[in-house]
């Protein structure tokens, strides 16, 4: 059905994609800082840190079951009411995180997390694009795409410095006065958004996208472990692939459908979201897991050195995002997808010859042109999604690319993994080395270099009225 306010003044609001690169930020941080906590937290718990590897995976689960009925939701009781409700839960999830005595509370407020996290994306987006006409849309994404370029920097330093100084608690309590202040902004901000007539809810496409989302997340997170849990996790992604082929042969099927693939139809969508750009999304995801490996096991740097080198390779994210817009406007997205591809696999393929001895000057060219090429992909990847999607499909298309864009980052470290420790059988070494890691390193070039030429199919004026491009 038309949305009652299916005409809103579609003009460009800095203010609305600020506070929803606030929420964004808030919870790419979350991700990026728990990280550094785990040691402290398993002492505080009397657990293991590998014990405390199921908050984490509690947590992208419950997003993953949840991420389904976001755009229901938002349809049944109005975007703006949805978005601020979940960042209240995520805030106060926070919150509880830092109170947990134990793994059992500790779990429970992640799992509220999870919950909250998977409506947030998908609904903030829907926001943005309800309120911002196709030709400002770069301009948006310019703003929106920040966080996740600059928590991984962030994120790291931050929790270190937290945890040393005041506790691992203030982590999670961080989120407390950003939580607020951005439901607070949204609700000053955003125009308000009346509920629709929703349709029923499909409970069977909700169960099944759910179930083969979860089996599909959880066998990717246990498949670098080896023995018998390798094959359970290989159990969990077959269960995973066949769920999923029947939610989409319901989804095909039904009316009303709890998640629409029509925007899949869209060669914007396609490209960005499944092939070529989900190889890209996990490919980069699996960077900040392969490169302080590559530091501190290959070539034997202290936490703190290998942490340094990791600065200078997001940094380099975030010093060319200034130069995007401008760089896509004048080559356009096809151009820019398809030779920057290639040269993110160049990247790539140079860390398959670094070595201990590596000048230092070389390594931090090769690190800040990996970081270069990596910014331009995602932000070109990320704005150029909903190029020729309609205003109706909107909110249909963030639902699609937020579960898509989450199965690719939550594939990217477990592939990786997975790739070294067949390398290692390979090699027969008991412990991980620098001939594992260039291993991963040309598996990672090779992928990049055939996602780059799936772009050569892509239409070449594909976005040319988001990038303003003649």
Known sequence: MTEPSAAPARRYSPAIALVLALAAFMQNLDGAIINTSLPQMARSFGVTALDLSMGITAYMLASAAMSPLASWMAMKAGERRVMVVAMLVFTAASVWCGLARGLSGFVLARICQGLAAAVMSPVGMSIMLRYTPKSELMRAQSVTVWPALSAPVIGPVLGGYITQTIGWQWNFWLNLPVGLIAAFAILRIVPPTPPEEAPPLDWKGLALCATGLTCLLAGFQRSPQP???????????????????????????????????????????????????????????????????????????????????????????????????????????????????????????????????????????????????????????????????????????????????????????????????????????????????????????????????????????????????A
């Not at 490919?283 to 034997?300: D, E, I, K, R, T």
């Not at 030779?339 to 000048?359: D, I, K, Y």
């Not at 790739?419 to 090699?427: D, E, G, K, M, R």
């Open 227 to 469: 023995g018998s849990e390798r094959i359970v996790a290989i159990g969990l992604m077959i269960a995973g692939i066949i769920t999923g082929l029947f939610a989409i042969r319901h989804l095909r099927a039904h009316e009303t459908p709890i998640l629409s693939l029509e925007p899949l139809k869209r060669p914007s969508m396609r490209f960005a979201t499944l092939f070529p750009g989900i190889l890209f999304r996990c490919l980069f995801s699996s960077a900040p897991f392969l490169l302080p490996l590559l530091f501190q096991v290959g070539f034997g740097l202290s936490p703190a050195v290998a942490g340094s080198w990791m600065l200078g390779y997001f940094c380099a994210n975030l010093g060319l995002k200034p130069f995007t817009s401008r760089i896509l406007r004048r080559f356009g997205f096809r151009n820019i997808l398809f030779f920057n591809g290639f040269l993110a696999a160049l990247s790539m393929l140079a860390c398959v010859f670094t070595s201990p001895h590596e000048s230092r000057f070389l390594l931090m060219i090769t690190l800040v042109f990996a970081g270069a090429t990596r910014s331009m992909q995602l932000t070109g990847l990320s704005t150029m999604m909903f190029a020729d999607v309609s205003s109706e499909e909107r909110r249909a298309a963030a639902g699609m690319s937020s579960i898509l864009q989450q199965a690719a980052s939550a594939a990217g470290v477990p592939v990786m993994a997975f790739c070294l420790s067949v390398a290692q059988s390979v090699y027969g070494h008991a412990h991980l080395g620098l001939p594992e890691l260039h291993i991963a390193f040309l598996v990672s070039a090779i992928v990049a270099l055939i996602g780059a030429i799936g772009f050569a199919k892509m239409p070449e004026n594909l976005g040319n009225e988001i990038s303003g491009r």
